[in-house]
């Protein structure tokens, strides 16, 4: 037995950093700089969070012709939500730090070094789908430079409203692309963290499903005689403290359900609305190379977005079942009546269904995944017969 530590809450270290720099962890309010850290994230997030979208909406409302409207709208519609995305992480932000005090709890109940790496694993898992979005989320906002770069007249990279005339002069230009390149990368990195805490917060969620499971399964290892009356008071208490850290994960479930409920569902209706409208743009406007480059990126970042949610939300479901069947297989059958009560109770518990689900409503599944792109190409499919 290994006497290394785990701290699963390292799977939300990156999280943290982020909504750190965008505003959302300040220090104590003994420290020097909470009122500094206060102003900084009150210019941030008005010049940005509030800014730029209102200047997005402004230029779709002004529109003059249906290739501006449609190269407006999906951009519109994805930072509009990733701003509702933003907001809903800002109202479960202390949620969101609860479930530190309940990971901690349960972090001390991995005893085994294959109990150990599953919350290793889960850990790995976590950072390793933090950084591949990041990496997504780099190249479009690379590509959308593009748009700026290999254009031979003056455009911004996306279509925008401003209170001067952005258009008259070089420097007047250059105020605008700046103002823009600062408020893509800040709202690309609040979108990095709404985006990717649910799919860590889900696999932490998993691993300590999977981690109690082989704590259970491993009571049918002992030996079934019932000579030894001290052995048997030993595996039932440990099936009691079983049955309550199954309690901690179910109140782990809960917390998580809250905190990622409002996320899903805005991150389910950006998926469709952008992926119809970019389809249009596309088909009927047409686009140039670096406009097209960077819609095909923006479609297969959102796009993965919820699949790695809903895979994510399948492997919950499934994490689920793993504990059913270890709970089977614990040699309940040799034990005593005592024993046989107690894993009856467990029993009942771990076969209420608990899928995680969007606005509390919609199963986060890849089912789910699967419905969403067909409504996404029935609407694209109206909008075609119509023209």
Known sequence: ??????????????HWIV??????RPPGRDSIWFKPYIVYAVLLNVTVTL??????????????SLEELCENLYVTITDVICNIKFINVFTVRQKLLQVRTIVERLDMRAKTPEQ??????????????????????????ITSQLVVYLSSERVLMYPAWFPWDWRATQRNFLFAHCYQVYAVSVQTLQNLGSD???????????????????????LGSHSSTREDASKEDALYRELVA???????????????????????????????????????????????????????????????????????????????????DAIYECNWMDRDEEFKKAILLLLQRSQQSNCLR??????????????????????FTVLNEVN
């Open 116 to 141: 150990r790496h599953e919350l290793k694993c889960g850990i790995r898992t976590a950072k390793k789908c933090f950084m591949i979005f990041s990496r997504f989320y780099a190249c479009a906002v």
């Open 1 to 14: 037995m290994s006497s290394e530590s785990i701290h699963t809450w390292q799977a939300f270290k990156n």
């Open 51 to 64: 800014c730029f979208p209102t200047s997005l909406i402004v230029d779709l409302i002004l529109s003059k």
């Open 19 to 24: 909504w750190k720099c965008c505003g959302l």
């Open 196 to 218: 990717t805490y649910p799919q860590a917060y889900i696999v932490v969620l998993i691993a300590h499903i999977r981690a109690l499971a082989l704590r259970i399964k491993d």
């Open 242 to 324: 079983c049955v309550k850290d199954h309690e901690t994960i179910h109140e782990l479930y809960l917390t998580i359900q809250e905190c990622i409920s409002g996320t899903c569902l805005a991150q389910f209706v950006a998926t469709g609305l952008a992926q119809c409208t970019i389809g249009v743009y596309v088909l009927y406007v047409g686009a140039d190379f670096s406009r097209l480059l960077n819609s095909c990126m923006f479609f297969g970042a959102i796009t993965i977005e919820i699949l790695i949610l809903c895979y994510f939300g399948d492997l919950y479901c499934r994490a689920n079942d793993f504990l059913i």
């Open 358 to 379: 969007a606005g509390n409503i919609i199963p986060v599944r890849l089912p789910t995944f699967v419905k969403i792109m067909k409504t996404a190409y029935s609407a």
